[in-house]
């Protein structure tokens, strides 16, 4: 009796066992995990309560808890979130984590949430990340309106849409312009209300819940405690007008002089703006450097501004001899001497 004879009993068996393979994963990391069984309903509603990341809170040290966040959109009173806040903030970690919410329960597997109510979405469109494609002569921002070009002209009334810094390809009035455009496109197409989380720097766009009824701006809160910032990673009704940039930099371990630098000219700019005069010229920043002032250092060089401040910055008080000859050591770096 040859193997062909068995095939369709093996080919069978090899299925099932597929099946129950997967069944099983779904009802392990379920039970490990605390998720909850979605309902799946024929509405146009997603109503995530206590919403997570599947991933990223098992990566998480130990003994930190991963923060939970209601999602909630239909196509009559909340079709369009507008979510604002700084970076690192969690942003788009939420509007993963409401992709994946959604695909988990439509394919049959519990969800992490305290409770889920999943309206069937039949299309998950993404435009997330920052990626050019040189072999073809594309840069970034071309791949990113060639992306959501093919997202505006395939939505239906059942698809999520998810939007992540879209425009910042380009000038940011040019940006704006088309975040803009979009998302009121995404709002008045009568053939398709397309549910779409919409994750921006552009705090323009928070104007929009103003003139768009199904628009509504929330934020991932943060808290500023002695100039630092506290990421609480909630989201919150209301738009943002603060994106903490700086204070990311700083966190990032980017040298004091920029981080101080960048504050003097955000102040700036900021008070420019404040005054309606906006055709200043950017050049007068430039007469204004820290190297124009008296100082001991001419510090228009940024090594120097970096040395300055690590002087500054030394507790000579407190500081042995073999730490003092480690701290000269590490500031003849910045200049290249050897």
């Known amino acids: 009796m040859s193997l062909g004879e068995y095939l369709a009993a093996i080919q069978l068996d090899a299925s099932l066992l597929a099946k129950l393979d997967c069944l099983l994963s779904f009802s392990t990391i379920a039970a490990q995990n605390k998720y909850v069984r979605p309902v799946i309903e024929d509405s146009d509603v997603i109503d995530i309560k206590s919403g997570r990341h599947p991933v990223i809170e098992t990566q998480l040290p130990a003994g930190e808890e991963y923060v939970p966040n209601d999602v909630y959109l ?8 507008i979510i604002t806040g700084p970076n690192m903030a969690g942003k788009s970690a939420l509007l993963r984590q409401t992709a994946l919410v959604v695909l988990m329960g439509q394919i ?13 979405v039949d299309k998950v469109f993404t435009r997330v990340g920052a990626s ?10 071309m791949v990113e309106m ?16 998810l939007f992540d810094e879209l ?17 009121e496109y995404i709002h008045e197409n009568k053939r ?3 549910k779409t989380l919409f994750a921006t720097h552009y705090h323009e766009l928070n104007e929009m819940e103003r003139s768009f009824a199904r628009c509504k701006n929330f934020n991932v809160s943060v808290k500023e405690v002695d100039n630092r910032v506290i990421f609480l990673r ?11 940039g700086i204070h990311v930099a700083r966190m990032a371990g980017m040298p004091k002089s920029v981080v101080n630098r960048a504050n003097e000219i955000l102040e700036e700019l900021e008070g420019t703006k404040r005054k309606g005069n906006l055709s200043k010229p950017v050049n007068d920043l430039g007469q204004q450097r820290e190297g124009y002032q008296m100082s001991f250092f001419q510090l228009d060089d940024p090594v120097l501004k970096q040395i300055r401040d690590e002087i500054a910055n030394t507790d000579i008080n407190n500081l042995t001899p073999m730490e003092a000859l480690n701290k000269l050591n590490e500031i003849k770096k910045f200049t290249g001497i050897s």
């Open 74 to 81: 239909d196509s009559e009173k909340q079709q369009v979130i």
């Open 108 to 120: 049959g597997c519990f969800v992490p949430a305290e409770s889920a109510r999943i309206g069937v």
């Open 167 to 183: 425009g910042r390809g380009t000038s940011t009035y040019d940006g704006i312009s088309i975040a803009w455009s979009i998302v």
């Open 234 to 244: 909630k989201l919150v009704r209301g738009g943002s007008e603060h994106s903490f």
């Open 132 to 141: 050019d494609n040189i072999s073809a002569g594309e840069s970034t921002f």
């Open 192 to 194: 398709a209300k397309a």
């Open 146 to 161: 060639n992306e959501a070009a093919s997202i505006l002209n395939n939505i239906s009334a059942r698809s999520l849409i």
